[in-house]
């Protein structure tokens, strides 16, 4: 009984341990919430009021013109829709074409499959340029176009690797028992490997969500003559371009009044919450397996 109590009784550098961990994680947390409650705050306050600066948590002066500012821009519509489009197209499109080629060289059997990794991950440093991949992506089309927004994004060197490291972790003897089955290569991708690799599916599937979500150079650089094909993304930072200028210009009565009902500030808070809001959501979901995906994924080389 009394080594219970005893083991019950924590030591002083355990208790010390315990309040440090305590008081650590509480403050990575309060420095990892509070960019983000700002963001919300400024976003819902007066743009003029909030120049003044001093906003933390709450708003000092409630308004809704920022995000009335916001979802009023001409595109607003037309860009959600693009942009949920290439998300959801390009997400799909690229966990299948990244998964198809990490199983394929994740087989020892395969006689290119050093060659193919070596080719891939020199694709990661070495780029042939702007203007040449401009080029390229006219003579095949693509300019001009949606598919513009998911076909380049299909194969990701980064992708491939993390996919290949997880599915080379899985035991042999799963493939092998398939095989004295009579199991084929898709056979066994589909109802073997797949369903084992749904942590790592989830990553990438997370990785290629959020940079379809928030890419708009690619609208600016290939469809800006094409507005039914532009992007929430490339829409909002018009919009923000445009309400700079317009609070740095002094020459019309019009332009000062425009100025002070939204601000850059308050724009560019209430366009970064619109844009965050849906990957908010999604990650949730997605977070047990991407924890498992991202850190076994990761161990091996």
């Given amino acids: 009984m009394e080594n219970i109590i005893r083991h019950k009784k924590k030591s002083m550098p355990d208790l010390l341990f315990t309040i440090f961990n305590v008081t650590f994680m509480f403050l990575f947390v309060v420095l990892t919430l509070y960019p983000v409650l700002n ?21 000092r002066k409630f308004s809704l013109d920022s995000y009335t500012t916001v979802l009023k821009i001409q595109g607003f519509k037309t860009g959600a829709f693009i942009t949920v489009m290439r998300t959801v197209l390009g997400t799909i499109f690229a966990l299948v074409a990244n998964a198809l080629l990490s199983f394929i060289i994740s087989r020892k059997r395969f006689l290119f499959r050093s060659s193919l990794s070596v080719f891939w991950i020199i694709t990661m440093y070495v780029n042939g340029g702007m203007i040449p991949v401009m080029v390229l992506y006219k003579n095949l089309g693509l300019t001009n176009s949606f598919w513009v927004y998911v076909i380049p994004g299909m194969v990701s060197a980064f992708n491939v690797m993390v996919m290949r490291t997880y599915m080379e972790g899985l035991p042999d003897s799963l493939e092998e028992s398939a095989q004295l089955d009579g199991a084929g290569y898709m056979t066994i991708f589909i109802k073997i490997i797949s369903p084992l690799c749904k942590p790592v ?90 924890v498992t995906g991202l850190t076994i994924g990761g161990v091996k080389g």
């Avoid at 963001?39 to 708003?59: E, K, M, Q, W, Y």
């Fill in 39 to 59: 963001t919300v705050a400024i976003s819902f306050n007066d743009g003029l009021d909030a120049v003044r600066g001093g906003i933390h948590l709450f708003p």
């Fill in 201 to 290: 599916y989830a990553t990438v599937a997370l990785f290629v969500a959020v940079y379809q979500w928030n890419a708009w150079f690619d609208a600016m650089l290939y469809n800006r003559m094409k507005p039914e094909y532009t992007t929430l993304q490339y829409e909002l930072m018009k919009l923000l371009s445009s309400v700079m200028q317009q609070s740095g210009s002094a020459t019309s009565a019009a332009n000062s009044a425009a100025a002070t009902a939204v601000t850059p500030v308050s724009v560019r808070s209430a366009a970064t919450v619109v844009t965050m809001l849906p990957i908010i959501c999604i990650y949730p979901f997605l977070q047990r397996y991407f």
